[in-house]
């Protein structure tokens, strides 16, 4: 099993606007194995590719629902609903910290998969908020960014102090 490092909030790779991916030859299935693998691992439901220390535009979801594992490659979202919902997030990029987001509750998705073909997929529920925060992701954008200022800024110093140690210098 290969598991990959996450990388957590602080590191310059998730503040990056990813690249295209082009060139689709089989090690990308080899890294969206270790992708899933990783994610399983870490119990969460989705994982972007900057996630992983790489700045492409390309990510992972795992609902556990049936048909809800995907991988997604130069995904652009082409239509979202007006109707929007608060739901809690949370990022495995910034262990510990949840909160209430509102997002648009469908959203319609072009990309390609790990073979380069290109597919379209509708979305509601919680696989359309997780597709939204992976799309973040390619964007350099964190959950946290779209928290009021007061809340961000009180959740960051819980997590700056508790993971001080850790944290990379
Ligand atoms: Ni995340």
Redesign the pocket.
Known sequence: MVMLDIYTIGDEVLREKGDRVTKFDPSLAILIDAMYETLEEAD?I???AP?VGISKRFFIVDTRRPGERIAFFNPEIVEMSHEVGMYE??????PGVYYDIERPLKVTVQAQDVTGKAFQLEADGILARVIQ??Y??LEGI??VDRMEEGARERLLKAYDKKHRKERKR
Do not use: K
């Open positions: 969460g989705g994982l972007a996630q997030e949370g990022c495995l990029s910034i925060h992976e973040d992701h964190l959950f």
